[in-house]
Structures are given as structure tokens and as C-alpha cells.
């Protein structure tokens, strides 16, 4: 039978990094999507047939050529009329279209989607009852897996059904070898979709979800996976063009290359994900976004750069104080505003290729190169043929005969080096993130060493108390005590449940101690359960050729840096998540040069013949997140050493309140209201207790400043609730108590 081939490949064991719940609701309603695309039967009633092409012209026409136009009534009244008289399959057919539009949506409530589907069929002449399986799948709790609909997927049944039944019109107008290859091929049958009629790209977008869960993303809407597929374009070498299916197979490239660096399953929605592709995302501290009075400086960046083909133009370049590149067919890079816009000038036969590396070639040294900047020039693979510092920005030169991109540069060092190994074939190649090659680089051509990249002092910002106490939600009297804390003992532990900006609040204090913000002065690391003291401070890590060679940790470099500046230039080393980390494991011999009356105190390090000792201008700032069941509790070793700073909720701190004020929502003043008494509640539980209170960074200003309504039920839904669901995770009645009483906040 036809639907059995559709089962069984519907039913194929899909990609690990597709998050379960989202593959289990789809995989539940393959039985509808089977009969659709099969025997036309109902799952309500297996006795009718309604995927049929006269019950679905019958259901459009009642719907599509009998619009009921007017606000007197809601979509669900009008349905009401169209519907009455119905032939007993148009009905079923509309009920079981209802149920597959509203399935996968994240936040539609049991009640709600069972009564839409209710109502429907309350038009039959004799009353059906909704099989077993069906109601398990209505009575689905929300928050639970599906995309989250915006208002116009909400408002839009009625053109929604309408869709759907001229896509049953057109699938039982197709041969039968049409319709078998489109239930065995996800894009035959997108396509099958797209060539329905009017495309209605946020229904088909679901049923395609629900049809292929392993093909397809659960996101309705066209823009937010045209957004999310440029966003990480450049993993893929580009996108394939803008059309639905270029889309959704960009986004499944896309998909498998981050399965690659990403543990576990994932949506682009996850944390870590999101904010590889928008900017805007607030990621673990929602407060953590940058203000235009305060910008972050960018830090130095290295470049390894071929001068032409085989250095065909070094000379040129060398003596004129010049770096430039080709691909002058591209006239003024100025005028390309993206990635994509470059790669399509460049595919002049239109063959689709992604052309990554002349793309982000053509772009990086438009775009991200910048003054300051230093430049290693190459010679093929094998060779280093100068260093040299940016001292412009890029401009275009048509008078050139070749090479018409150019920026000047200062070549501080030319000459012949060999270079450590094979280097990158590519025209233009970023290096900052590999500082061992760096300062092997820099080592090789210049015989020093230059530990981290210094910032000119004219680009960076004043950051001061004022500033702090302007951007985190903190009281001027809890700032005071924090410095003066973090100052005596050197070593500092910022506490708190999640959502109370730590994170946020440790690189700002470290600058308002800078008195600036020098990213160059602080440096931030994460624990986890893997991390070692070859990572912090120094191992033996194997080379290309078989061997071992001794390789510096972060903390070592850190402190060589601040060793070799003023003693009374403060720096500070950040620890997030320090309690995921085996403490004795990771520190060895420095849990006792860490103390603030041991600085400056040597002891011989394990790897290396010398003696080692933590410069007094360190200062160690940690993270630790007291909600984290899965964290055991914090060494005792390493809680004599460091101070603990608690972070509390600071919706009534004068920063949060004058925010709530700016906003102006009551919406939002509600839902601070009854996140006060939620946190009242949750520190009142014997199991749960202060530390887990809901911090206020959750309802801080959003990312771009433009708060919506829209804004507060995500955070609600995708959010708060999910972390009610872990903290009451054995006592469901209470979790969904206070779930409908936020929900109900914003109703």
C-alpha cells in the first residue's frame, strides 16, 4: 500500500540533533499525514473518507468563496456558518485540518486545541468521539516541543484550512507515480506543496514539519528560517539561493554542520545556538547587551595575507606600504551590504556554488580587518615574507591595473622566514584564536613575544561606579561592599540563582575597577567536568608529526601578562561555572599562590624547571550557579580563598524600577508583581530555598530595547515556565499552578 511505504519513512530514526520532543510530536500524528497522502480515511471517524478531492473543494469553497467579512466576530464564529449544513466528511475533513494546524504549536493549551477541534465537530449530525491516541495527543502539555506561533499564524485558521483543501485538490489530482515519489522524497513533496496553488508558507511550513520531522525545521514562519539561514550561512560556504527549498536545504546543512560542535540534540532556539546566528540574542544573562554609551573595544586581530599568487606582488605592495586583493570584477566592495550579495556577484553562471573562501575573503578585508590590526605576509605554504601593522581603512582604487582593493599598511618587518609548518592556502585567514601560532609568528619574525593585544588608550571607553551601577541591578551600598570585597581577598565568588546577571555583573565590575573598558586586562574562561590544569596552567599536548610539545594554559599567560605590566595596572581572570570544575584538579599547586597574603610567593611548577608565582595585580573572579542541582557543592579548599558575593533578584534595585518605568507596560508590571510573590513562594520551599529564586535579568530591558507583548509571553513560555516545570519536577499540580497564574498575568 501506498501509506505503508510513507510510514515506514516516516518512521526512519531521525538525527540525533533533532530534540526528541519535537520528533515524538510529529511521529504521533503520522497516522493523519499517512492518510492524507494515502487512503484518504479519518482518525476520527475510520469509517469516512475525507482526504478526498470533493470533500476538500466543498470545504474551501464553503470557506474560500463565502467570506464572512466584518469584526463583529471572531474566525471561530464565521467557521461556525460556513460549516453549517456541512456533509458529514467536510466536517470531519475541517476538524482534522484544525488539529493538524494547531498541533505543533509550543504554547497552545490542551483545553484550547481540544476545543477548536470540539467545535468543529459539534456540526456533525451525530456526535463522534474522539479516538484514544487522538485525545493522549490533545491533551499535550504546553511548553513541550513545536514552534512558537506569532499573532498572525493565530488569526489566520480560516486561511489555513483553506490551504490545506486546495492541497488535497491538487495531491488526488496527481498520478499515483506522482504522489508515491512524494511520499517517499520530502522535496518531491514540498514541492508537490509549493505547486498547489497560492503558496501559505506558515501552514505548509507545519505540515511539512510534521510530514518529514527529519527533513524539516519547526519554524512556520518564511522569514524567521530565511533570517535563521543567513544568519549561519558562512558554515555551509553560503546560501543556495532564497527560494523555500534552498531554504530548508541550507538550514539542514546548516543542521548537520552544527551537529558536528554541538553536544547533544538542539533547535536553533537553544542557548549557544541562537546567538550564533542572531546578534540580538541575550543568551545566558539577558542583561548582557551593549549600550551605544558604552561600546566594547574590539581587541587586536592577526591576519595571515597572500600578496598574489606565489607573493606575485609583494614588491609592489612592500615598498608602497600596501596590502590588496583581487576579484576587481567586483567593482566598490562598499556597496555589498552581505555575504550572500558578494557570492551572487561572483556566480555569474548562476551554478549555485557557495565560493566560501573568495567570499569571506572579499568580505573580511572590506569589513572586519581594522586599524591596528597586524598582518603576517606569506609566500606559498612554506614561507613568511613580512609583518606588518593596518593604518587604514579599505577603499577602492580603479586606476590600479590589478589589485584594486587596497588598504595601507605599516610593514614593519620584511625578509625571509620559514614558516612552522604548512600555512593555510587561502588569500586571507584570520589567526587570532590560535595564540600559540601567534606567538610562534610573532617569535619567528620579530624574536619577541607579545602575550595579548594591546588596545590604543584613545579608543577606549571611561567605565566607572556610575557606569556600573547604571547597567546592573545592583544597589550602591551592595557595589561598594563587592569592591571592597573583591580588593581584599583578590579572589571573588559571585553566588546567585540564575537570572541575577553574574556574568554580566563580573567583567563590569572588572572594568569599573580598570576605571575602563580594556578587554585586554580581563580574560574569561568556563569550567566544566573535562577541564584540567593542562588547560588552566600548562601540559603536553601532541603535535602534526606524532610527538609532544609543552603547551602554556590560559592562567599562566594571563599572569606572564600582568607580571610584565605595572604592578598597579589591575587584571582580572573570570571563571564561569567555576563549581563545574574538579577545583583540586584544576588548580594543583595554586590554590595556595591564589591567597592574597601568598602573591608574589614562588613555588616549581610540575611541567616546567622553573618557579612560578601569581602576580599581586591578579584578581580571580568566579560564577557559580546556586540552582544547578547537577553541581556538587564548591571545594573547601577553595572557599577559605575567595569571598562570597550573593546576588538576589534586583527588581527593586533603582536601575530595574527605572527601567519598568521607561517601559511603561502594565503587562510587564504584572508579571514583575507575581514574579515577586513566585520568588516569595520558591524561598519559602524546604527544597528549594533562596537560591533558586527567579533573577530579574529574565525581565530586563530585551535585546534591540523593544519590548512587546510578544516578548513577555516568550519569556513566559519559553522560559520561566520550563524552569518552574525543573524546580517542581515532583510536584506537577504546583509548577502548573503558577504557570497559569504568569500566563494569566498577560491574558
Known amino acids: 500500500m501506498p501509506n505503508e511505504q510513507f510510514e515506514s519513512n516516516h518512521d526512519a530514526t531521525p538525527a540525533l540533533s533533532r530534540p526528541a520532543p519535537d520528533m515524538t510530536i510529529a511521529r504521533e500524528v503520522g497516522e493523519v499525514i499517512t492518510h492524507m497522502l494515502g487512503d484518504a480515511r479519518s482518525v476520527i471517524d475510520p469509517t469516512a473518507t475525507i482526504w478526498t478531492a470533493e470533500a476538500a473543494e466543498e470545504l474551501r469553497s464553503r470557506i474560500g468563496d463565502n467570506p464572512i467579512t466584518g469584526t463583529g466576530q471572531g474566525q471561530w464564529d464565521k467557521l461556525d456558518q460556513q460549516l453549517q449544513g456541512a456533509p458529514r466528511e467536510v466536517v470531519l475533513l475541517a476538524a482534522e485540518i484544525i488539529f493538524l494546524r494547531e498541533h505543533p504549536l509550543r504554547s497552545a493549551r490542551p483545553k484550547t486545541r481540544r476545543s477548536h477541534v470540539d467545535r468543529a465537530l459539534s456540526h456533525l449530525d451525530s456526535p463522534v468521539n474522539i479516538s484514544a491516541p487522538m485525545s493522549t495527543w490533545l491533551?499535550?502539555?504546553?511548553?513541550?516541543?513545536?514552534?512558537?506561533?506569532g499573532s498572525w499564524y493565530n488569526a489566520a485558521m480560516w486561511l489555513h484550512v483553506i490551504w490545506t483543501a486546495s492541497f488535497v485538490c491538487y495531491w488526488n489530482g496527481l498520478s499515483e507515480g506522482e504522489r508515491e515519489a512524494a511520499r517517499t522524497d520530502p522535496w518531491k513533496l514540498q514541492q508537490v506543496m509549493l505547486s498547489s496553488g497560492n503558496d501559505r508558507a506558515d501552514i505548509r511550513n507545519a505540515l511539512q514539519f510534521l510530514a518529514r520531522p527529519d527533513?524539516?525545521?519547526?519554524?512556520?514562519?518564511?522569514?524567521?528560517?530565511?533570517?535563521?539561514?543567513?544568519?549561519?550561512a558562512d558554515r555551509i560556504g553560503g546560501s543556495s539561493g532564497?527560494?523555500?527549498?534552498?531554504?530548508?536545504?541550507?538550514?539542514?546543512?546548516?543542521?548537520?554542520?552544527?551537529?558536528?560542535?554541538?553536544?547533544?540534540?538542539?533547535?536553533?532556539?537553544?542557548?549557544?545556538?541562537?546567538?550564533?546566528?542572531?546578534?540580538a540574542a541575550s543568551g545566558v544573562d539577558p542583561t548582557a547587551t551593549e549600550t551605544a554609551a558604552f561600546p566594547e573595544p574590539r581587541p587586536r586581530h592577526y591576519w595571515l595575507y597572500s600578496p598574489g599568487e606565489q607573493a606575485s606582488e609583494w614588491e609592489e605592495f612592500s615598498t608602497g606600504g600596501i596590502m590588496a586583493i583581487g576579484w576587481d570584477q567586483?567593482?566598490?566592495?562598499?556597496?555589498?551590504?552581505?555575504?550572500?550579495?558578494?557570492?551572487?556577484?561572483?556566480?555569474?553562471?548562476?551554478?549555485?556554488?557557495?565560493?566560501?573562501?573568495?567570499?569571506?575573503?572579499?568580505?573580511?578585508?572590506?569589513?572586519?580587518?581594522?586599524?591596528?590590526?597586524?598582518?603576517?605576509?606569506?609566500?606559498?605554504?612554506?614561507?613568511?615574507?613580512?609583518?606588518?601593522?593596518?593604518?587604514?581603512?579599505?577603499?577602492?582604487?580603479?586606476?590600479?591595473?590589478?589589485?584594486?582593493?587596497?588598504?595601507?599598511?605599516?610593514?614593519?618587518?620584511?625578509?625571509?622566514?620559514?614558516?612552522?609548518?604548512?600555512?593555510?592556502?587561502?588569500?586571507?585567514?584570520?589567526?587570532?584564536?590560535?595564540?600559540?601560532?601567534?606567538?610562534?609568528?610573532?617569535?619567528?619574525?620579530?624574536?619577541?613575544?607579545?602575550?595579548?593585544?594591546?588596545?590604543?588608550?584613545?579608543?577606549?571607553?571611561?567605565?566607572?561606579?556610575?557606569?556600573?551601577?547604571?547597567?546592573?541591578?545592583l544597589s550602591e551600598t551592595g557595589y561598594d561592599r563587592l569592591r571592597s570585597l573583591l580588593l581584599r581577598k583578590k579572589n571573588l565568588i559571585l553566588a546567585g540563582p540564575p537570572g541575577v546577571g553574574k556574568t554580566f555583573a563580573a567583567k563590569r565590575l572588572a572594568y569599573s575597577l580598570l576605571g575602563m573598558k580594556d578587554p585586554s586586562r580581563v580574560q574569561t574562561v568556563q569550567f566544566h567536568q573535562s577541564y584540567s590544569y593542562e588547560d588552566f596552567m600548562m601540559g603536553y599536548r601532541p603535535t602534526e608529526t606524532g610527538g609532544f610539545?609543552?603547551?602554556?594554559?590560559?592562567?599562566?599567560?594571563?599572569?606572564?601578562?600582568?607580571?610584565?605590566?605595572?604592578?598597579?595596572?589591575?587584571?582580572?581572570?573570570?571563571?564561569?561555572e567555576v563549581n563545574r570544575g574538579n577545583i583540586s584538579k584544576i588548580f594543583g599547586e595554586l590554590l595556595m599562590l591564589i591567597e592574597a597574603d601568598k602573591r608574589g610567593q614562588e613555588v616549581r611548577l610540575v611541567y616546567k624547571n622553573e618557579t612560578f608565582s601569581v602576580p599581586p595585580n591578579v584578581h580571580i573572579i568566579g560564577m557559580m550557579n546556586t540552582a544547578d542541582r547537577s553541581l556538587a557543592v564548591l571545594d573547601y579548599a577553595l572557599r577559605r580563598r575567595f569571598g562570597f558575593f550573593q546576588m538576589a533578584p534586583g527588581f527593586e534595585s533603582a536601575g530595574f524600577i527605572r527601567?519598568?518605568?521607561?517601559?511603561?507596560?502594565?503587562?510587564?508590571?504584572?508579571?514583575?508583581?507575581?514574579?515577586?510573590?513566585?520568588?516569595?513562594?520558591?524561598?519559602?520551599?524546604?527544597?528549594?530555598?533562596?537560591?533558586?529564586?527567579?533573577?530579574?535579568?529574565?525581565?530586563?530591558?530585551?535585546?534591540g530595547n523593544h519590548l512587546d507583548i510578544d516578548w513577555i509571553h516568550s519569556v513566559i513560555e519559553d522560559e520561566l515556565i520550563p524552569l518552574l516545570d525543573e524546580y517542581w519536577f515532583d510536584e506537577p499540580l504546583k509548577a502548573e499552578e503558577w504557570a497559569n497564574r504568569l500566563r494569566s498575568a498577560i491574558a
Request: proline share 6%; glycine share 8%.
Open 139 to 149: 491533551d499535550r502539555p504546553t511548553g513541550v516541543a513545536g514552534f512558537e506561533p
Open 215 to 232: 527533513t524539516f525545521e519547526p519554524i512556520a514562519s518564511a522569514s524567521m528560517k530565511r533570517k535563521v539561514r543567513d544568519g549561519l
Open 242 to 279: 532564497n527560494d523555500p527549498t534552498s531554504i530548508d536545504r541550507d538550514l539542514l546543512a546548516i543542521r548537520e554542520s552544527l551537529s558536528r560542535s554541538v553536544d547533544g540534540s538542539f533547535h536553533f532556539w537553544t542557548p549557544g545556538v541562537e546567538e550564533l546566528w542572531n546578534p
Open 330 to 473: 567586483l567593482g566598490d566592495l562598499a556597496a555589498f551590504t552581505s555575504r550572500e550579495a558578494i557570492r551572487q556577484e561572483l556566480d555569474v553562471d548562476e551554478t549555485g556554488g557557495s565560493m566560501k573562501n573568495a567570499v569571506l575573503a572579499v568580505w573580511q578585508f572590506q569589513n572586519e580587518i581594522a586599524v591596528g590590526d597586524i598582518v603576517y605576509a606569506k609566500h606559498g605554504r612554506r614561507e613568511i615574507v613580512g609583518r606588518g601593522e593596518v593604518t587604514s581603512d579599505a577603499w577602492f582604487e580603479p586606476d590600479r591595473a590589478s589589485f584594486l582593493h587596497v588598504r595601507s599598511v605599516e610593514w614593519t618587518h620584511i625578509g625571509s622566514w620559514e614558516h612552522p609548518g604548512d600555512a593555510a592556502t587561502k588569500t586571507l585567514t584570520d589567526i587570532t584564536a590560535d595564540r600559540d601560532y601567534v606567538e610562534n609568528l610573532d617569535t619567528l619574525v620579530t624574536g619577541d613575544v607579545e602575550p595579548e593585544p594591546p588596545i590604543p588608550a584613545s579608543t577606549l571607553p571611561i567605565y566607572d561606579k556610575a557606569a556600573f551601577l547604571s547597567d546592573v541591578y
Open 549 to 576: 610539545t609543552l603547551v602554556e594554559g590560559a592562567f599562566y599567560r594571563f599572569c606572564e601578562q600582568a607580571r610584565a605590566d605595572d604592578r598597579d595596572h589591575p587584571y582580572f581572570f573570570i571563571i564561569d
Open 659 to 703: 527601567w519598568q518605568q521607561e517601559a511603561g507596560s502594565p503587562a510587564l508590571d504584572r508579571v514583575v508583581a507575581l514574579v515577586g510573590d513566585l520568588n516569595k513562594a520558591i524561598t519559602d520551599d524546604p527544597a528549594l530555598g533562596q537560591g533558586f529564586a527567579i533573577g530579574h535579568s529574565y525581565l530586563s530591558r530585551p535585546a
